[in-house]
């Protein structure tokens, strides 16, 4: 399976397979790399598979390349694009940095320049997707946490790194309380303070904040995440995970698969 898609643009079938060759050479296997000969084209093409980076030329019969990129972006399609173009039509280039583009490529095209540019929106589509994870995986007690920034009470900070380094462990109060010296009923008054939340709650948020970024970012198995998350049995881990959002592991894993492939 490839793990990402890049969609060539141009009506010019020479250009269009000259783009290929050298992007699937530079790819090895790696990626997919496929092409449209016009706006029609790429419009379907786009919406059969999901688009990381889009090379279109901006002249082109029909649908131009600057009325293609609007129909994207209408559509809320998001590749990383880059536009092709001649010297002639270089005039186009701020309208399509308004388009969202991120490279310009000007005819004729180097393989290190071309490279070079599809390398630059492989680094953005990395950036985007790892922005994408973080919205879908946060809890917003959590954040709230970050935000009430607890670091001024240096046994709670020491208490919550000490969680957070440990989810995959048995966690109990008194084993986090041994370690900043603290007695266990003064750090559960202390924790309730300054993180808002009790030792548990925080602990179970966390693990489940945890298993989240794993069903999101890999394949593991349910039980394996449960396992690295801190749970014992899947059957526990699938309850608790059900408590706090709504659905089961497996579901979310769905859900957030299919809108981010």
């Given at each position: 399976?490839?793990?990402?898609?890049?969609?060539?643009?141009?009506?010019?079938?020479?250009?269009?397979?000259?783009l290929?060759?050298?992007?699937?050479?530079?790819?090895?296997?790696?990626y997919?790399?496929?092409?449209?000969?016009?706006?029609?084209e790429?419009?379907?093409?786009?919406?059969?598979?999901?688009?990381?980076?889009?090379?279109?030329?901006?002249?082109?019969?029909?649908?131009?390349?600057?009325?293609?990129?609007?129909?994207?972006?209408?559509?809320?399609?998001?590749?990383?694009?880059?536009?092709?173009?001649?010297?002639?039509?270089?005039?186009?280039?701020?309208?399509?940095?308004?388009?969202?583009?991120?490279?310009?490529?000007?005819?004729?095209?180097?393989?290190?320049?071309?490279?070079?540019?599809?390398?630059?929106a492989?680094?953005?589509?990395?950036?985007?997707?790892?922005?994408?994870?973080?919205?879908?995986?946060?809890?917003?007690?959590?954040?709230?946490?970050?935000?009430?920034?607890?670091?001024?009470?240096?046994?709670?900070?020491?208490?919550?790194?000490?969680?957070?380094?440990?989810?995959?462990?048995?966690?109990?109060?008194?084993?986090?309380?041994?370690?900043?010296?603290?007695?266990?009923?003064?750090?559960?008054?202390?924790?309730?303070?300054?993180?808002?939340?009790?030792?548990?709650?925080?602990?179970?948020?966390r693990?489940?904040?945890?298993?989240?970024?794993?069903?999101?970012?890999?394949?593991?198995?349910?039980?394996?995440?449960?396992?690295?998350?801190?749970?014992?049995?899947?059957?526990y881990?699938?309850?608790?995970f059900?408590?706090?959002?709504?659905?089961?592991?497996?579901?979310?894993?769905?859900?957030?698969?299919?809108?981010a492939?």
């Amino acid at each position: 399976m490839y793990s990402k898609t890049i969609l060539i643009v141009d009506d010019e079938p020479r250009t269009r397979q000259g783009l290929k060759k050298t992007l699937d050479t530079w790819a090895n296997g790696k990626y997919q790399i496929i092409t449209a000969s016009n706006g029609a084209e790429t419009i379907q093409l786009m919406q059969e598979h999901k688009v990381h980076i889009l090379l279109t030329d901006i002249r082109m019969p029909e649908m131009t390349g600057l009325q293609l990129l609007k129909i994207i972006k209408e559509q809320n399609m998001s590749p990383v694009i880059i536009v092709i173009s001649a010297y002639s039509e270089f005039e186009y280039a701020h309208e399509a940095l308004r388009l969202g583009v991120i490279d310009y490529l000007l005819k004729p095209i180097s393989k290190k320049d071309l490279i070079e540019a599809v390398e630059d929106a492989l680094k953005t589509v990395e950036k985007q997707e790892r922005a994408g994870m973080i919205e879908k995986v946060v809890d917003t007690k959590l954040v709230d946490v970050s935000a009430q920034n607890p670091s001024n009470r240096v046994p709670i900070r020491e208490a919550l790194d000490y969680i957070n380094n440990n989810l995959k462990n048995e966690l109990t109060q008194k084993e986090v309380a041994d370690h900043v010296h603290l007695n266990p009923s003064y750090l559960s008054v202390l924790f309730k303070e300054h993180v808002k939340l009790t030792f548990s709650e925080y602990v179970t948020r966390r693990r489940i904040q945890r298993s989240k970024e794993l069903l999101v970012s890999t394949n593991l198995p349910i039980n394996d995440i449960a396992e690295e998350s801190g749970y014992k049995t899947a059957k526990y881990f699938i309850k608790i995970f059900k408590e706090i959002e709504g659905i089961t592991p497996s579901s979310y894993r769905k859900n957030n698969h299919e809108r981010a492939f």
